[in-house]
């Protein structure tokens, strides 16, 4: 049988809703600004898609609170969607100062016994997704957790170098995911421009 503790997530992390929409209202896409990541940025590979994120400008950001600037290592998570419940993404460095969406919970590790590369995956296993559901508004429209309950969640957690070694091998997947994602999209643009390269691309009526 495998070994380890069960703690709240709250006794681990600290977890902060992202702030009110009205101080967001100005998000725009572009390439000024500060970015924010929101829901459907979070994509189903536990990473960030940049291609379609929206800014605020300095000032913006630079009047909100410290708390809602990402840092490396701080694992994002929807909090209120009508689809995406429980997508995620473990920030990088490249995401450093970032902030995050309204709709968004920032998940802060804040205990040294929790890899946050363990509790990206964590969040995926199916019974802490039931969990989750269970957990948001269910019946309602849009489904939402807040930062109190999610801080309820037990965390099964194994020894460091468990936490290490599995995670690992779920990132190793997550990569392979991704590569296949991108052949996928890839292979059918390659199809068609082999065949506009050879027959030409008129218009047959």
Request: hydrophobic fraction near 40%; charge should be neutral.
């Amino acid at each position: 049988m495998p070994t380890y503790e069960r703690l709240a997530l709250g006794e681990l992390c600290e977890i902060v809703p992202g702030p009110s929409g009205g101080l967001l209202d100005e998000l725009s896409p572009g390439i000024e600004g500060v970015p924010v990541i929101a829901p459907p940025d979070l994509t189903d590979r536990q990473a960030v898609d940049t291609s379609r994120i929206r800014r605020v400008s300095g000032e913006t950001a630079n009047s909100l609170a410290e708390r809602f600037r990402l840092r490396q290592g701080d694992v994002v998570l929807v909090r209120q969607s009508t689809t995406g419940l429980g997508r995620r993404a473990l920030i990088t460095e490249e995401q450093e100062g970032w902030l995050f969406a309204t709709s968004c919970l920032r998940v802060v590790v804040t205990n040294d016994r929790l890899l946050p590369s363990y509790l990206l995956h964590y969040l995926g296993h199916a019974p802490v997704h039931r969990w989750i559901s269970n957990r948001a508004n269910p019946g309602q429209a849009v489904e939402t957790l807040t930062s109190r309950n999610l801080s309820e969640l037990p965390v099964l957690l194994p020894d460091l170098e468990s936490q290490r070694a599995l995670a690992g091998a779920l990132d190793q997947i997550n990569t392979q995911l991704r590569m296949h994602d991108e052949l996928s999209r890839r292979l059918p643009l390659l199809g068609r421009a082999m065949l506009t390269a050879k027959l030409g691309d008129a218009r047959l009526e």
